[in-house]
T-cell receptor, first 113, second 110 residues
Framework: EPEVTQTPSHQVTQMGQEVILRCVPI?????FYWYRQILGQKVEFLVS????????KSEIFDDQFSVERPDGSNFTLKIRSTKLEDSAMYFC???????????FGPGTRLLVL | RKEVEQDPGPFNVPEGATVAFNCTYS??????FFWYRQDCRKEPKLLMS???SGNEDGRFTAQLNRASQYISLLIRDSKLSDSATYLC???????????FGSGTRLSIRP
């Protein structure tokens, strides 16, 4: 039974368009994360989210990115104006308590044309 | 300086062999470490946590050496299904950020 699902599984968009990626935890979790993995490269931390606010973000997470948890359940990542280099696999991860294991969703494969 | 370094491999070993990977980390304040495995085009999945005293889970053994700042993973009696990329993960004490190594590719041949 997966701890978290993500939608969509794949998204193709034109450069400059906005995309919203969704993360749906199966049960109550406190900590949420977004990571990305460019094809053939390592998993990179983007942002962590706790208690309805950003805890930490990386240098990748610039003004084009935003996160929110609008309904107290889904956790979203928005990219306002996509660039070609945003093409990657985006993983959501969840964690029940600090210092515990992070469980990853199946990812959304984003392709920017 | 990279925060977590791994030998990228690939390691190509026969079924039944024992294989070991090392991973070095740069942050001496790091508290928690994990090994994840990642199959091609899939999400990382937790393999095991790494405890200071070392821990074993079936054919897998993880060790942490704080003095030299490295962790290791040993796989005994390797199976074809062990073929994957193994990711070393450093969880900073803040628990707000985890750092992945670039992964070590393992291929088990019949």
């Amino acid at each position: 039974e997966p701890e978290v699902t993500q939608t969509p599984s794949h998204q193709v968009t034109q450069m400059g368009q906005e995309v919203i990626l969704r993360c749906v935890p199966i049960s109550n979790h406190l900590y949420f994360y977004w990571y990305r993995q460019i094809l053939g490269q390592k998993v990179e931390f983007l942002v962590s989210f706790y208690n309805n606010e950003i805890s930490e973000k990386s240098e990748i997470f610039d003004d084009q990115f935003s996160v929110e948890r609008p309904d107290g359940s889904n956790f979203t990542l928005k990219i306002r104006s996509t660039k070609l280099e945003d093409s990657a696999m985006y993983f959501c991860a969840i964690q029940r308590e600090a210092q515990e294991t992070q469980y990853f969703g199946p990812g959304t494969r984003l392709l920017v044309l | 300086r990279k925060e977590v370094e791994q030998d990228p491999g690939p390691f190509n070993v026969p079924e039944g062999a024992t294989v070991a990977f090392n991973c070095t980390y740069s942050n001496s304040a790091s508290q928690s470490f994990f090994w994840y495995r990642q199959d091609c085009r899939k999400e990382p999945k937790l393999l095991m946590s790494v405890y200071s005293s070392g821990n074993e889970d079936g054919r897998f053994t993880a060790q942490l050496n704080r003095a030299s700042q490295y962790i290791s993973l040993l796989i005994r009696d390797s199976k074809l299904s062990d073929s994957a990329t193994y990711l070393c993960v450093d969880m900073y004490s803040s628990a707000s950020k985890i750092i992945f190594g670039s992964g070590t590719r393992l291929s088990i041949r019949p």
